[in-house]
């Protein structure tokens, strides 16, 4: 596309718990509630390849997919060494109304286009963040939506396996591709993630 603009880069009322390891940028801590998403060994067909991961699990998780792009793309979940995944991942729907709880790096009004691809004349451009945690007619099958909240679990840690350059470049490779309705991102050679399918992976990432 044209003129893009590329830069570097539930509810319930939470509560704070106690200092965990994490990944977070600003070193923030972690809220927990009733049914979010904790430390937990998950991904489809994990057990049948053996992954083998060191995962601290609490009641109440929800995340199906603790893994990244690729290696969920391909079903190659093996690990030869034990590891802590981190996969606590939060909905649009929570970041939509928990806008304190964002990464100081990309607060609820930062400009999309200050973190994402998209050209001058989209509808994405010049809109808050959180604007777009709404359904928007130009926002087909919500991939900008959930690609923003992707970013902000990367940003503070939530999803040590999906860092915040990795959800940029999802959305980028979505863009220029051709965006809405028609764009793709390929987390593997010879497959491509259609909107739906980028929409399926991040969710899957969240409680």
């Known amino acids: 596309m044209a003129n893009q603009d590329q830069h570097d880069g539930d509810n319930g009322t939470p509560q704070l718990p106690p200092a965990a390891p994490s990944t977070a940028v600003d070193g923030a801590a972690k809220p927990a509630f009733a049914g979010a998403a904790r430390r937990r060994f998950a991904t489809k067909g994990a057990a049948a390849v053996g992954a083998i991961l ?3 699990s ?3 998780m929800a995340c199906s997919i603790c893994h990244s792009p690729s290696g969920f793309a391909s079903g190659n979940l093996n690990s030869h060494n ?4 981190v996969c606590q991942g939060l909905s649009p729907g929570y970041w939509k109304t928990h806008t304190s709880a964002w990464h100081s790096s990309c607060v609820s ?3 999309f286009n200050k973190k994402f691809n998209c050209s001058t004349t989209s509808g994405f451009y010049g809109k808050e963040m959180q604007f777009l945690l709404d359904h928007q007619s130009y926002d087909q099958d919500n991939v900008a939506m ?3 909240a992707a970013y902000q ?3 503070k840690g939530y999803t040590s396996f999906l860092k ?3 959800v940029q470049a999802i959305w ?3 863009w220029r591709t051709g965006g809405s309705g028609r764009g793709y991102y390929t987390p593997m050679a010879g497959k491509k993630w259609y909107g739906a399918e980028i929409v399926e992976y991040l969710k899957g990432t969240m409680d």
């Open 58 to 60: 609490q009641p109440g």
């Open 54 to 56: 060191t995962v601290k």
């Open 164 to 166: 915040p350059d990795r």
């Open 82 to 85: 034990p590891h802590v995944v």
């Open 153 to 155: 679990n990367a940003l």
């Open 172 to 174: 980028n490779e979505y």
């Open 146 to 148: 959930h690609c923003i």
């Open 109 to 111: 009004t930062t400009k």
